[in-house]
């Protein structure tokens, strides 16, 4: 009874997000960048990530607001909820709340616009996409639109909001004419299977780490979801599994103040020994020694 009152507290502990009021915007965008923050959303222009202490490569990172993001120039390299991403100019980002990033590499020359949304704007699902030079500008031309807007005293509230759900709109209109207009080259089945596994994946990680309960949820046989799996990525399901797993052990560890007895028992771990293992085994470092190195 005691250890299950004490998996309940743990589990109920929340992790520490990196939410945008909590940090100072200009210092992480860059002295060349141009803000404006309200309890609405913030906007930047011409923000240079590499430019700050906060993004760092290699580090795991858990937004909680959704955000809109406009790549100006330079390349990012960065894993988003398991899928790895190339941004480069004219790649667009809708990211819906509590994505886990893990940055690859942030080019010194990178400079993105971006949107945190703090108000609640539905966004069903994350989008990545390489805008054409015409719908590049148009989203440019909304994005100084919405700071125009958004500048003026008192706060236009009413006028504000609509542009960003318009610049939703549009990202997600972009992206379903690429599906449209994609032909014989759309998703195929087993790609489609592979992208629901890493969604269940990301959303279960830290309670379920075996293949048949994916593949319940999926209604397919294990074996059929490992083997699709294995098709679609070049990796085993398993792999895909302890990545995401390997990613909350890494946010856990880095941004909460959690034991690592207690990351342990909120991972579902058997016990702390198993948990350390099985870190070991993926990173080379104990969780103490990549605390410690963090």
Not at 16 to 37: N, V
Not at 267 to 282: I, M, S, V
Request: glycine content about 4%; aromatic content about 10%; proline content about 4%.
């Amino acid at each position: 009874m005691q250890n299950r009152n004490l998996l309940t507290a743990v589990q109920n502990r929340n992790i520490r997000y990196f939410p945008i009021d909590a940090f100072d915007l200009h210092k992480l965008a860059g002295t060349e960048s141009r803000i404006f923050d309200n309890d609405d959303l913030s906007i930047i222009l011409n923000g240079r990530p590499a430019n700050n202490t906060f993004f760092s490569e290699g580090e795991v990172y858990q937004l909680p607001e959704p955000r809109l993001m406009i790549f100006l120039s330079g390349e990012v390299d960065v894993h988003l909820n398991l899928e790895q991403y190339h941004f480069e100019r004219g790649t667009v980002l809708l990211s819906t709340p509590d994505m886990i990033v893990e940055f690859e590499h942030i080019g010194r020359d990178a400079m993105i616009c971006g949107i945190g949304i703090k108000e609640a704007i539905q966004i069903a699902e994350t989008i990545v996409l390489k805008a054409s030079d015409a719908d590049f500008e148009l989203l440019l031309r909304m994005l100084y639109l919405l700071w125009d807007v958004a500048s003026q005293s008192p706060f236009r509230r009413e006028a504000v909001l609509p542009i960003v759900r318009a610049m939703i709109a549009d990202v997600q209109y972009l992206k379903q004419e690429a599906g449209n207009t994609a032909g014989d080259t759309a998703i195929s089945r087993s790609q489609e299977i592979f992208r629901q596994f890493k969604t269940l994946v990301s959303r279960h990680c830290e309670q379920e780490r075996n293949i048949p309960f994916y593949a319940e949820l999926m209604r397919i046989s294990p074996h059929h979801l490992s083997a699709v799996i294995s098709q679609a990525s070049g990796h085993s399901a398993m792999y895909w599994i302890n990545r995401a797993t390997l990613l909350r052990a890494k946010l856990l560890l880095r941004t909460g103040d959690l034991l690592t007895y207690e990351i342990a028992e909120r991972l579902h771990f058997a016990n702390p020994p198993a948990f350390n293992a099985f870190f070991k085994r993926e990173t080379g470092l104990t969780p103490k020694e990549y605390r410690h190195n963090k």
